[in-house]
């Protein structure tokens, strides 16, 4: 029986839907979670596909079959990077990795707020932000579970409900990226913000657009981090 989720909160499964939502509009499937780890990218697969195959190990290519052969065999998913269904499943894979990633960033910035729910004793415990500094937070996430505090068992975690982002929002053209590395070299000249406050500004100045994740990450090429303490503005309100 699963467990009951209590008014004012979402599982860690719907929300990663929401921010996948938030950072892929449409492709997001609801079944990212489903793809297995470990898929290689298309790229990589022609890089390494004629390498003679490593000496030693006892799984299929080390035992000198090539992953080709492993596809001939009947298997609920595909085993050859060459089939457009394991790329499907491998670019699914990398959606659900982002959403879970930005999932982790907006919990231990304190934007979003996750508690631990007891099955033992039906209490809530608010999860500090020091739990997902933790080398093992990714898998928490994908878990769904964490260390009661205070007892040797785990609990389901929660996420305080928050609002779903307009995923009518037209995605942004290339042609308004420049501007959005202006506006942002602009606000970090007189106030430094980490990433997500970054993203949060990119969102709240360009409200009719919809950033992905990949254009994110070019922005941020472009406009890094500042090293040292933050600034604070020098305007008034």
Known sequence: MPDLVPSGYLTIREALNRLGHELFGSDWTGEEHKARRGLISEDEWLRIKDLPP?????DALASGRSMKTLAAKPAPHSSDPSDPLYQKEYRARQRYVDARHRLLQRLEAGQLEA??????TGNLHRASAS????????????????PIPGS???GSLLVKRFAEANV?????????????????RAKI???SLTRPQQEDFL????????????????IFQVVPVLPGRPKKSDKRV
């Open 152 to 154: 040797p068992n785990a």
């Open 115 to 120: 508690a631990i729910s007891d099955p033992f």
């Open 131 to 146: 739990l997902w500094r933790r080398h093992d937070a990714d898998r928490m996430i994908e878990s769904g579970r964490a």
């Open 168 to 184: 009518d929002a037209k995605p942004m053209p290339r042609t308004k990226i420049q501007e959005a590395i202006e506006a942002l």
């Open 203 to 218: 969102r709240k100045t360009f409200p009719s657009y919809h950033l992905t994740e990949r254009q994110f990450r070019e």
């Open 189 to 191: 000249a007189t106030e």
């Open 54 to 58: 490593a000496r030693g190990g006892g």
